[in-house]
């Protein structure tokens, strides 16, 4: 079975840094690329990142831009988003997303997201 | 950037009747390769989004064949033909075109 597995979610002041995981099982990881999307309480949905399979293509969204940093590791099935300067406005639920393909293409399989709260 | 409205926002529906669900995009979604970057989720209660339809009509695994989606450059349609109770949730259009982008989504309650 196909599992996603987001982690290292919580509470953390405006400014300071915060370091998501994605665990992944049930298929080859390297072989698909990898998206962050969240969403606010009682919000829609954004797309925040996404990573090719080898890391070749990264895109982000202008809202994160320069504070985020996405990767993978393809050795041990994860991905990871850096976030930085976080500020209340990135208060959400995080989810890690499969794509169908290697390169960036569209999502076929969500985890069940981890929060993060940014709050003084 | 490219622009997803959806409409209506609020869907009651009696069980057994059918739901319409449009996404319009700011900007033409049919890429050279003949595909529309266009795609539909659902979100119930709860729970994680689930593909439902990608590349504008195309049935995911295990989707029922009541929904149907269709649509041209840039209007878009997701047809429930008979909703049920099970169908309730929130409905997302996402373009793929240019990096991904969202509608707003249209929350589909059972009346």
């Known amino acids: 079975e196909m599992q996603l597995v987001e982690s290292g979610g919580g509470l953390v002041q405006p400014g300071r840094s915060l370091r998501l995981s994605c665990a992944v099982s049930?298929?080859?990881?390297?072989?698909?690329?990898m998206h962050w999307v969240r969403q606010g309480p009682g919000k829609g949905l954004e797309w925040v990142s996404s990573?090719?399979?080898?890391?070749?293509?990264?895109a982000y969204a202008d809202s994160v831009r320069g504070r985020f940093t996405v990767s993978r590791d393809n050795a041990n099935n994860s991905l990871h988003l850096q976030m930085n300067s976080l500020t209340v406005d990135d208060t959400a639920l995080y989810y890690c997303?499969?794509?169908?393909?290697?390169?960036?293409?569209?999502?076929?399989?969500w985890g069940q997201g981890t929060l993060v709260i940014v709050s003084s | 950037d490219i622009v997803m409205t959806q409409s209506p926002l609020s869907l009651p529906v009696t069980p057994g009747e059918p739901a319409s669900i449009s996404c319009r995009s700011s900007?033409?979604?049919?890429?050279?390769?003949?595909?529309?970057?266009m795609h539909w989720y659902l979100q119930k209660p709860g729970q994680s989004p689930q593909l439902l339809i990608y590349?504008?009509?195309y049935r995911a695994s295990g989707v029922p064949d009541r929904f149907s989606g269709s649509g041209s450059g840039t209007d878009f349609t997701l047809k429930i033909s008979r909703v049920e109770a099970e169908d309730v949730g929130v409905y997302y259009c996402?373009?793929?075109?240019?990096?991904?982008?969202f509608g707003q989504g249209t929350r589909l309650e059972i009346k």
């Open positions: 997303a499969k794509d169908i393909s290697g390169l960036p293409y569209y999502f076929d399989l």
């Open positions: 049930g298929f080859t990881f390297d072989e698909y690329a």
């Open positions: 990573v090719s399979w080898n890391s070749g293509r990264i």
């Open positions: 900007q033409s979604l049919l890429h050279s390769n003949g595909y529309k970057y």
């Open positions: 590349l504008g009509s």
């Open positions: 996402m373009q793929a075109l240019q990096t991904f982008t």
